[in-house]
């Protein structure tokens, strides 16, 4: 990879992903997108996401190398874990983009950890061993500007850490086109993140967003309070 970070669009071009002229290829049954962010190397959430719904198509975020590898080639995980996603629906039903996302355009450092791959971060971790290796990041915003549909139903965030920078890095696009977010608070096994459920329960609050409890997530989650009229139909899971 050159030291120079690439054009997002570029960047997912060199990774497979179609284009239609500005906006990226999808299948014409799509109706509705879910963005998993933080995939893990067996996207559970998007697993489910699409056995509810033949009108979805969903595109996973996930920058450790290994946990693709897994994804593609169908890796089932232990017991205990939820059931890991078919690996022929992807490039069918969901495209994995090879990147981190977060407040800016960059070349950042990823701490991968080594015995669990699914809890590396751009934080350094506590209580993991790692390797650091050097990935692209990208601004939310900036993608979702390449989405013809005019809404995403639903993002899940689990970035280990950086879930909050996430969001940040959606801008206005995040904020007049999606309706539901769930993000994964994470302050103290990492070093340095600001990730805690009161600061985003305080900046989703700023930007428009209503905290709201529903039996089929886990994690912190909010709706869009310019988007109530659009949640019917959403597919909303973050079990764990």
């Avoid at 002229?21 to 489910?48: C, M, Q």
């Avoid at 934080?123 to 990935?135: N, R």
């Avoid at 939310?140 to 965030?157: A, C, G, S, T, V």
Wanted: overall charge negative; charged content about 25%.
């Amino acid at each position: 990879m050159n030291q120079e970070l690439p054009p997002l669009k570029e960047f997912l071009l060199a990774n497979e992903i179609p284009f239609d002229g500005n906006f990226i290829r999808l299948p014409e049954y799509t109706k509705r997108i879910n963005l998993d962010i933080g995939t893990s190397f067996y996207a559970p959430h998007s697993n489910v996401w699409l056995k509810r719904s033949d009108e979805l198509f969903v595109f996973g975020f996930e920058p450790v190398k290994e946990n693709i590898d897994k994804l593609k080639s169908g890796t089932k995980p232990g017991i205990g874990f939820p059931e890991a996603i078919d690996h022929n629906v992807l490039n069918k039903k969901m495209f994995i983009i090879p990147c981190a996302l977060g407040e800016h355009n960059k070349k950042t450092t990823l701490y991968v950890t080594t015995n669990h791959s699914d809890c590396s971060s751009i934080y350094e971790p506590v209580d993991f061993q790692y390797y650091k290796s050097l990935i692209p990041m990208y601004r939310l915003e900036e993608f979702l500007k390449l989405i013809k549909h005019e809404f995403i139903d639903y993002i899940k965030i689990d970035t280990q850490g950086s879930d909050l920078e996430v969001v940040k890095g959606g801008g206005d696009e995040l904020c007049n086109r999606v309706i539901y977010i769930t993000l994964e608070p994470n302050n103290d096994q990492y070093i340095g993140t600001n990730n805690s459920e009161e600061t985003i329960n305080k900046y989703m609050e700023s930007i428009g967003f209503i905290r709201i409890n529903l039996e089929l997530t886990n994690d912190p989650t909010f709706v869009n309070s310019r988007l109530i009229s659009k949640t019917d139909g959403c597919i909303v899971f973050q079990k764990t």
